[in-house]
C-alpha cells in the first residue's frame, strides 16, 4: 500500500499545533506559569498558527511570495527563544525601575511587526490601520490638537509598555485568552464535532416543527443554542442559515426577512448564558468577578432578547395566517433526539463547573475530556454510530487551534492599543469629554458611549471592540456613579449588537447572501428586528434590577415590565396584536411599548393604559373578523 505523502506545511501545522495544546495542557494539568513567560509563549505558537493558516501568497498565487513568510517565522522563533532565555530576568524584574537592555527593544520591534501583520492578514486593514494610528499618536501625540496633545515616548518607554509588563501586549487580554479562552475554543469545536453542535440545532428544529412559523422559531431556536458555543454571529449565520433560511423563504417569508431573522438569532447567542461566546470570559477577568457573576446577570435582558424574536416571527406568521390563510406548511426532518440527547452531557458538565466556582481553565479542561469520554463510550455501549474516529478527532483539535489564534492575535493587537490610551492619558481625556456632559445629562453621555461602541464594533471583531471600549468609555460611565457591572454590559452589549447594525453589518450581510436577499435591506430589518436590545442597555442603567441587582421585589417587578413591554414591541414591529395593525396603529402601540420599557412609574403608566385600551379594541375586531368568516362559511356551505 502506498504511503500517503504529507506536504511539509501541513506537517509542520501539525507539529506546532500539537505542541500548543501539549503547552497548554501543561497549564491546565500541572501548573500555570508566570504571565511573562505563559502569555508570550501562548502568542507565537498562535503566531506560528496564524501564518501557517494565511501565508504571503494566499491571494496572490504567486509561489515566490513565500519567502516573506520566511523572516517571519524567524522573528517568531527569535522571540520565543529571547523570553525562554531571559525568563528568569523577565519574570523578577520591576517595570519602569529595571534596565530596558538593547536586545529587550529588538525583540519588542520585532514582536509588534510581526503581531500587526498577522492582524492584517487575518482581520483586514481596519484595525491594522487602527493599531498603527495609536502608535503613531503614542510617538508623536504632542504635535496633536491641543485637547489630545500627549509629550511623547521613547524607545525605553515605549519598550517597558509593550513587551516588559502587564500593560500592553502581554495584558489582561492575551492572559486571558492562554488561560481561559483557549480551552473553550477547543470545547466549542469538540462538542460540535462530537455531535453536540447538530444536536442543539436539531432540538430547535424539533421544537418548532408544529405551529405558524416553524421554521423561523427553529432558527431562533437553534442560532441561540448555537451562538452561545460558537461565539460568533458570522460562523453561526454560516452554520445555521444554510439550513433555516430556505425553510423560511418556503414558507413564505421574505429573503430579506429570514436573512435577518437569521442574523438577529445568530447574534444574539453571544448575551445568552450559561455560555456567552468569549467576550464575557473577558468581562470576567477585566472585572475580577466569578463568570458565574457575569452569567446570571446577563440572564433577563437575554430572555427579553430572544422572547422579542421568536414572539415577532409568531406574530409575523400569524398575521400572515389570517391574511392569506393558512400557512403554507414546510416539513422539517430530524433525527431522533432521544437517543442522542447524552451528547448533552459536556455542555452540562462544562456549567456545572463553572456555576460551582471552578476556574474557566478547570471548567474548558472538563468540558473537554467529557466530550472525548462520552466519544469513547458511543462506540463501545451504544451503537457507535455517533462516534468520531480519532483521525476526525484530531483534525477537530486543530480546528480548535485556529479558532484560538484567531482569538489570540486580536487581544494582543488590543494590548498595543490598550496600553497606549491609558499611559497617553488619552482615556482620562475622553471620560472627562463625556463627564462634563453626562454630568448634567447622563442620558447624552450614554448616547455617545452607545455610538462609540457600536464603532468600534463595526470595524473591529467583538473581542476587540469590547477590550478597547471598556478603556475609553467604561471608566466614564463609572465615574458618573454607575457601577462597573453596569458599564461592563452596557459596552458589552453595543458592541456586540454593531454586528447587524447598518452600514456595516457583517452577520447580516452574511446572512443576505445565504437568502439571497438586498444586503442593506436585510441589515435595516435585522436591525428593527433588534431593536429590544438597543433599549436593554440603557434599561439596566437606569434599573440595574434586570441585572438581578436589587431587593426580590424589585428584580421581579422590572422583570415583568419588561417582558410586558417586549411583548408588545413584538407585536408592533410584527403589524399584529391579535389582528393585523395598520400604520397609524402600529405606531401607537411601538410608542406603547417603549414607554412601558422606559424605567420611569410615569411611563410605564401611560404605556399600560394605552396597551389595555389595544386590546380591548383588538379584541372586538378579532370577534368581528372571525364572525364575518362563519357567515361566509355558511354562505359557501
Known sequence: MEKVKVPPKKMAYIAIGTAWILFQLYLALVSPLHPMLQSPVHLMFALFIVFLNNPADKKSKKPWMK????????GIVFILYYVIA???????????????????KIAMVVCIIILLEAVRRTLGTILFGFILFFIVYFWFGKYFPSIFRFKGTNMQQFTELMTMGSSGIYGTPLYTSASSLFYFMLFGVFFSECG?????????????KNG??????????????????????????ATTGVMTIPMMKKIGYEPHQAGAIEAVASTGGQIMPPIMGVGAFIMAEMLGVPYKTIAFAALIPAIAYFMSVFLLVTFMADKKSMVDGAQKAEAIQTEKILPRLYQLIPAIVLVYFMVSGASLMRSGMMGIFTCLIINVASKFVLDGRYCVSLKKLGETALQGVKQASEIAVPTAACGIIIGVVIQSGLATKVSKLIANVGSTYLIVALLITMLGCMLLGMALPTVAAYLVAN???????????????????????????????????????????????????????????????????????????ILLIGTPLEIVKGTLILFLGTYLLASGMAGFFLVPLNRIERTILLASAILIILPETITDIIGIVVAVAFFVICSAKKRKFYSNKREENKVVA
Do not use: E, H, W
Open 212 to 237: 405558524t412559523g416553524g421554521p423561523a422559531k427553529a432558527a431562533v431556536i437553534s442560532s441561540g443554542l448555537m451562538g452561545m458555543i460558537s461565539g460568533s454571529a458570522v460562523a453561526n449565520v
Open 86 to 104: 531571559n525568563t528568569a530576568r523577565l519574570t523578577s524584574r520591576v517595570q519602569y525601575v529595571s534596565p530596558v537592555t538593547m536586545i529587550d
Open 471 to 545: 478603556v475609553l468609555f467604561v471608566p466614564t460611565l463609572i465615574g458618573l456613579d454607575i457601577q462597573p457591572l453596569q458599564a461592563n454590559m452596557f459596552v458589552f452589549y453595543f458592541g456586540i449588537m454593531a454586528q447587524i447594525t447598518p452600514p456595516v453589518c457583517v452577520a447580516s450581510f452574511t446572512a443576505a447572501g445565504i437568502a439571497g436577499a438586498d444586503s442593506m435591506k436585510t441589515g435595516l430589518t435585522g436591525f428593527a428586528y433588534a431593536l429590544v436590545a438597543f433599549l436593554v442597555p440603557f434599561i439596566f442603567i437606569y434599573d440595574p434590577s
Open 196 to 208: 453536540g453542535g447538530q444536536l442543539l440545532i436539531d432540538m430547535g428544529m424539533k421544537v418548532s
Open 67 to 74: 519567502v516573506f513568510d520566511i523572516p517571519i517565522y524567524a
